[in-house]
């Protein structure tokens, strides 16, 4: 899967709060959607630790939009990508 696969590697996650892992370290992730599929955020923390990934991506005109949360986009895909 690649980052032009962005609506793809948010559809992963289920809505609402679900638990995966990552990295061998396991995550609490929380995957909202808005205005009608336009926006959806997913915020994940590591639980019992201190990791966090958080971004938000948008439907635009152009395509989709990822906008990560004080990170770069690279530690947001790699996530997306990497957890099971």
Same mark, same amino acid.
């Given at each position: 899967?690649?980052? %032009?696969d962005?609506?793809?590697?948010? /559809?992963? @996650?289920? &809505?609402?709060?679900? &638990? $995966? !892992?990552?990295?061998? %370290? %396991?995550?609490?992730v929380?995957?909202? !959607?808005? $205005?009608?599929? %336009?926006q959806?955020?997913?915020y994940? &923390?590591?639980? +019992?630790?201190?990791? $966090?990934?958080?971004?938000?991506?948008?439907? !635009?005109?152009?395509?989709?939009? @990822?906008?990560?949360? &004080?990170?770069?986009? /690279?530690?947001?895909?790699e996530? @997306?990508? +990497?957890?099971?």
């Amino acid at each position: 899967m690649t980052a %032009r696969d962005l609506p793809a590697l948010f /559809d992963r @996650l289920p &809505e609402g709060w679900s &638990e $995966v !892992t990552y990295a061998g %370290r %396991r995550y609490g992730v929380t995957r909202t !959607t808005r $205005v009608g599929g %336009r926006q959806q955020s997913v915020y994940a &923390e590591e639980l +019992g630790g201190t990791h $966090v990934v958080s971004a938000n991506l948008y439907a !635009t005109s152009a395509g989709p939009l @990822l906008k990560p949360c &004080e990170m770069p986009a /690279d530690v947001v895909l790699e996530f @997306l990508e +990497g957890w099971v």
